[in-house]
């Protein structure tokens, strides 16, 4: 990890739950992953996988804790080992190799008589998964129960399982605020709400799919969350909850940083643009947001004047963030030119030329909004300046090595 203070603190919970509880593997072990996405996940042999983009989104220790017992719970059961051994059982049964046989010689509809019968692999699949999270919800409740931290927020941890796939914050990003100036007065549109028919006849409708609990790989989080009241016997922490602790407070804002970094080192420069903006008016001083924002900019430059840009820039769709969708129509609205005008105005807007360069971060975005704006003189004194300090530094590659040349693809 970039940072030394979350690997610790997340393995002392670990630890402690471990320690607790005997009817657990002592060899039971976590690996904390750079992954920006919220989640955890038990992957067998005894090991539980951390994303850090869980971190920011939990309230405490506690929820964090419960979180931990429910994977540990997963390993406890050997859910990952039996998970494989039914599946591979089912898809070499010889009920579904007759019934794939029967399939191919039917004379009509074989496509979707095949879509079928994967769907109805799929759903008993996911049927036995509901099952295990249900078992390692009871089970991680009572090992939290033994842990010493505050059972009830276990519920209060569900509740915001449900809602993890939603922006840490709904207000709309500032665009204009940030993008936009006298120099380059550039108007951003918002993102239509619902994706319109080619036809001008109606938005297109979920399917059942989409709109029930049948192909999801955790249950319905209002189920679970019944669940856990009852197992709870009604003594749970519904609703927001304070931060803990100053300790836990501090790993919350260490590992949003941490989040950024990775979307960027990922190459997925539209997210780590969107992070860097969503903390930038809760932390405005924050120089490494300021440089994460142009840096991106410029490597979103680099990569559609390369022909390369949809392999940084996501398609928007209805399950991204309005916010989201909107921060990608605007990318996708952006010519060579742009580039400049907004690096520009953001630059001006955070105070880039307010203070001198302090670290690595900062002297790249310096060299970053110059080159953006082709102030090539003093691109260039900057780019001596980084060429020296940092030599073979973290952006050396990123700012200073020549473009990849064009495939016969990116002309057509």
Not at 182 to 210: D, G, R
Request: hydrophobic fraction near 40%.
């Amino acid at each position: 990890m970039l940072d030394s203070e979350l690997e610790p603190y997340v393995q002392q919970v670990f630890s402690r739950i471990v320690q607790a509880n005997s009817q657990l593997p002592a060899s039971a072990k976590l690996i904390l992953t750079r992954n920006p996405e919220p989640n955890a996940h038990a992957v067998g042999s005894g090991i539980v996988m951390l994303n850090v983009g869980l971190l920011p989104r939990l309230e405490n220790e506690d929820q964090l804790a419960f979180i931990l017992c429910h994977e540990l719970a997963h390993v406890a059961c050997r859910h990952m080992e039996s998970s494989m051994q039914e599946q591979l059982t089912t898809l070499h049964s010889q009920e579904l190799k007759r019934e794939f046989r029967r399939i191919i010689n039917s004379e009509y509809n074989i496509s979707s008589k095949i879509k079928a019968l994967a769907l109805g692999f799929t759903l008993n699949n996911n049927y036995h998964s509901r099952r295990h999270e249900k078992q390692a919800d009871s089970l991680g409740y009572v090992l939290l129960t033994h842990t010493g931290y505050d059972a009830t927020q276990a519920y209060r941890a569900l509740q915001l399982l449900d809602n993890i796939d939603e922006p840490e914050t709904t207000a709309p990003l500032a665009l204009s605020a940030y993008f936009s100036c006298t120099a380059f007065p550039k108007l951003f549109e918002a993102a239509p709400t619902k994706p319109q028919s080619i036809f001008t006849v109606k938005a297109a409708e979920k399917t059942a799919l989409q709109t029930t609990d049948t192909l999801k790989s955790h249950p319905d989080c209002a189920k679970r969350m019944r669940f856990m009241s009852t197992l709870a016997q009604g003594r749970v922490a519904e609703g927001p909850q304070p931060v803990s602790s100053p300790a836990f407070a501090r790993i919350r804002q260490i590992s949003r940083l941490e989040v950024v970094q990775s979307w960027f080192d990922y190459d997925c420069y539209d997210h780590a643009l969107f992070e860097a903006l969503q903390l930038l008016p809760q932390q405005p001083q924050n120089t490494y947001l300021r440089s994460v924002v142009l840096l991106s900019l410029y490597a979103l430059r680099q990569h559609l004047q390369q022909h390369t840009y949809t392999e940084v820039v996501s398609n928007r769709s209805e399950q991204n963030p309005a916010s989201f969708n909107k921060l990608l129509l605007s990318l996708y609205d952006l010519r060579l030119d742009d580039f400049g005008g907004i690096s520009t105005c953001f630059a001006e807007k955070t105070g880039l030329d307010a203070t001198a360069p302090t670290d690595e971060y900062d002297l790249a975005a310096c060299y970053a909004a110059r080159a953006l704006a082709t102030e090539t003189t003093a691109a260039a004194a900057l780019k001596v300046q980084y060429q020296k300090q940092y030599a073979g530094g973290k952006f050396d590659k990123l700012l200073f090595s020549a473009p990849r040349p064009k495939t016969a693809a990116a002309h057509r």
